[in-house]
């Protein structure tokens, strides 16, 4: 088994665990109420921490798009990570196993596709890197300056079709999870949420 085909099982599990994990919490704490926990006030609660957890991963976007000299904002990539990880998880107690509502099971699928396009845009940006890296001693042992080395591994990733394929998917389908997470929220103001 290769190093690569190893870490796929890994990621695999990890998402599989933390996915009956979270169904599991929320069974528990249904059957502790006797009613579908995310429609308790805890459940609303855990919902709302959820989704704020969520909002910070849009710190890294912002920090990324608006700090460009600054460099890579490493730090904040991992708050989007990890958060990318938690949030999901705490709506995913939220939600629970419990699919009678379309706007909420819309929302909680598309949330499900952006989490594994984002896992999937870990792998693409680390392959990334350690083409980039590679790219960058081949281009040293030739001979070339500094400012050429930078030039042609601008030019490579500029024109890295991986990722931007990886966007096409992550992307629109944030857009579709917060389109439909605003509407599943006013609609459950609407009819008496908390």
Known sequence: MTAITARFFTVVGFIIAVI???LLIEVLLSFQTGWPFGHTQTGHAVGWIGLAVILTVFVYSLKKRSGRKAGWPQ???RVHQVAGIIGPLLILIHAGPHFHALI????LLSMGIVVVSGVVGV?????SLHLLKDARRELHNQGLSQDEVEERLYDL????ETFRVWQIIHTPMVVMFLALVIVHVLGALYFGGW
């Open 20 to 22: 009956a994990g979270g």
């Open 123 to 127: 792998a693409v940006h680390r392959k």
């Open 75 to 77: 730090g904040w990539f």
């Open 157 to 160: 990733a500029s024109g890295e």
């Open 104 to 107: 909420p099971m819309l929302a």
